[in-house]
């Protein structure tokens, strides 16, 4: 794919932002086509990774382990993402290369659209231009001062042999701000996002593991975050042009009317300045929310799978998965005994009578049911204790003799 080439002249930034622009779709759609190629090593890797996959998940099975539905379901689901990302370019031409490439400039267009900044008709490039071709004008204007104070006139090149030096170095320091403030950014954010993408063969078999699931959603952080980066750094620069559009016309309507102005280069190196340090600062608040801003995409993974966790621990026994029942832990069943033995001690007031057996009764219990005409049921261990008279009877001999009187 040919590029445009840059050259130097008051072209130089608008053929350097498309030859950037250029390179960066081409990186990530060529690069994702020779990673995705069959016979490729990431195509080659990709199908051991796969394999590895399948044979862990066989090996489960063998062992015996139990496959809930929901588990099953997420494998598949991993699976398919996978083979998506990795194999088909239509499908991640439309999920990932678009998104990432051509939707900053539709959100940006619309928010500058909304705003009425520069640039919101899709000429924020040849917008740049022509302020960075207004600065050159000026550079060659000057302010008027001399070495020796006197203004001269006549032709530009009466002016630029008394520029004072410090104008000189002042004008071009602003217009190298200007140019760096857009150029470093914007091919930051653009070939970042083209590189990232032709990545998406390689980083899509890491969703498969646990132990390489954090690579992947960090890979998928970062085109989001040099998404949303482009999209705000074309935002900025329509402010930029609000600001510096109007500014340099007054400069030259000045410089045309042979009016001094002194301050113009310092001002011109603080606005181009202060934007490029915005800019930059920009891109790190983004990159900050995305990568260490609170629950980010493996946050909302590990949530769902916790939530997933304890609606399994909390279903029925009665629950069927698979055609397997869902018995409940040993030590759970004992509990909820104990607490059953509990509950009825507290509504009877003893031992309740078990089914199938003959448990501890209150007294009063036994002759109630004695007294209604049903056989007398005798307690648990009854038998074994001694009749009334012996179970009242003094053990001695001065006890009887007590008794009797």
Request: hydrophobic share 50%.
């Amino acid at each position: 794919m040919a590029c445009p080439s840059v050259t130097t002249g008051n072209r130089f930034l608008s053929e350097a932002i498309a030859h950037i622009d250029c390179q960066a779709q081409a990186i990530g759609a060529y690069g994702y086509g020779a990673l995705a190629e069959p016979g490729s090593g990431m195509s080659i890797a990709l199908t051991g990774l796969l394999t590895i996959f399948i044979a862990i998940f066989g090996y489960r099975l063998m062992l015996g382990e139990e496959m809930r539905a929901r588990g099953l379901v997420g494998d598949m689901l991993k699976l398919g993402i996978v083979l998506t990302l990795a194999t088909s370019w239509p499908a991640w031409r439309t999920l990932g290369y678009d998104v990432a490439m051509k939707a900053p400039g539709e959100l940006a267009g619309a928010i500058s659209g909304a705003s009425q900044l520069p640039g919101s008709g899709n000429d924020l490039v040849s917008r740049m231009q022509a302020a960075d071709d207004a600065i050159v004008i000026l550079t060659v204007y000057g302010t008027g001062r001399t070495m020796g104070g006197a203004v001269r006139s006549d032709t530009i090149g009466d002016r630029l042999e008394g520029i004072a030096v410090t104008d000189r170095e002042g004008l071009a320091d602003g217009r190298m701000a200007y140019l760096a403030g857009i150029l470093a950014p914007f091919a930051l954010v653009r070939l970042g996002a083209g590189f990232f993408l032709a990545l998406a063969p390689l980083m899509a078999g890491l969703l498969l593991f646990a132990g390489t699931r954090d690579l992947f959603f960090g890979w998928l952080r970062g085109v989001g975050a040099l998404g949303l980066g482009s999209a705000a750094l074309s935002v900025l620069q329509g402010v930029q042009l609000a600001i510096l559009e109007p500014w340099l016309r007054d400069a030259l309507a000045l410089r045309s009317a042979q009016v001094l102005t002194p301050s113009a280069p310092t001002e011109l190196s603080v606005i181009t300045s202060v934007f490029m340090v915005v800019s930059f600062a920009l891109l790190f608040v983004i990159a900050k929310i995305f990568f260490f801003g609170g629950m980010g995409v493996q946050g909302v993974w590990q949530h769902i799978q916790i939530a997933r966790d304890r609606n399994a621990s909390s279903a029925p026994a009665a629950s069927f998965v698979d055609g397997e029942r869902n018995a409940q832990p040993r030590a759970l069943l004992i509990a909820e005994s104990v607490s059953q033995v509990l509950r009825r001690e507290e509504r009877g007031g003893g031992f309740d009578r078990l089914p199938g057996s003959l448990a501890l009764n209150r007294p009063d219990e036994r002759m109630a049911l004695a007294g209604a005409g049903g056989a007398r049921v005798e307690a648990l261990g009854e038998h074994l204790r001694l009749p009334e008279a012996r179970r009242y009877a003094r053990g001695s001999n001065a006890g009887r003799k007590r008794d009797l009187k």
